[in-house]
């Protein structure tokens, strides 16, 4: 997983009126969950911008003031109409603790069913697995060249090394559907399961 640093400061106040009074000096109330008490402290909006505008997830080295902790960000909660982060939570990463996670889907290579007037359809964009956090990739890598027209991808189809794949297994990741000009070129063909591409490492 890709690394990210930022440092935060510990709350010395709690509540409503408090977390009003940080949104407006720019600093973000957080919260540090897996320790062994829930630690509440602030961070500078600018240093949550690679978090959050990013699908991309990171492992994040925190620093709150000298204390540092190893954690994934797990929410990210947003103003209903500014565009303004109100709270963000993270999950202290345990080296032998498993944690789950969304993982953004990235596809590799040219589908052979788009090359015959098929239509390529991603179903999904991201994935929830669960694994250590140092055998988290950065991207679910999934070759889809041999995809002919008609055929899919599926959750089931997918394996990674020390990962789990925690949705549906019949869930649709990505598929070649057909279209007129594809049964035009006599292109069509069934479902094949066994054709589908595994995800690469």
């Known amino acids: 997983m890709k690394n990210l640093s930022i440092k935060g400061h510990l709350r010395t106040a709690l509540g409503k009126k408090e977390s009003k009074r940080l949104r407006a000096g720019e600093m973000v109330p957080a919260v540090l969950y897996g320790t062994a008490e829930p630690v509440h402290f602030t961070i500078a909006a600018s240093e949550l911008r690679p978090l959050a505008y990013t699908p991309d997830v990171?492992?994040?080295?925190?620093?709150?003031?000298?204390?540092?902790?190893?954690?994934?960000?797990?929410?990210?909660?947003?103003?209903?109409?500014?565009?303004?982060?109100?709270?963000?939570?993270?999950?202290?990463?345990?080296?032998?603790k498993p944690v789950k996670v969304e993982l953004p889907i990235k596809l590799i290579g040219v589908a052979k069913g788009t090359k015959v007037g098929g239509k390529l359809k991603t179903n999904l964009r991201k994935l929830k697995v669960k694994g250590l956090a140092k055998n988290l990739p950065d991207t679910i890598d999934i070759n889809i060249t041999k995809l002919g027209v008609g055929q899919s991808i599926k959750v089931a189809d997918l394996k990674i090394e020390n990962i789990e794949f925690l949705d549906a297994k019949s869930n649709v990741v990505v598929a070649v559907t057909?279209?007129?000009?594809?049964?035009?070129?006599?292109?069509?063909?069934?479902?094949?399961?066994?054709?589908?591409?595994?995800?690469e490492e």
């Open 58 to 96: 990171y492992l994040v080295n925190i620093d709150i003031d000298g204390t540092a902790y190893q954690a994934i960000m797990q929410d990210i909660q947003w103003h209903a109409v500014e565009e303004q982060i109100l709270h963000v939570d993270f999950l202290k990463v345990d080296d032998n």
């Open 178 to 199: 057909i279209t007129r000009a594809a049964r035009s070129a006599g292109a069509s063909a069934p479902v094949q399961g066994d054709e589908s591409e595994e995800g």
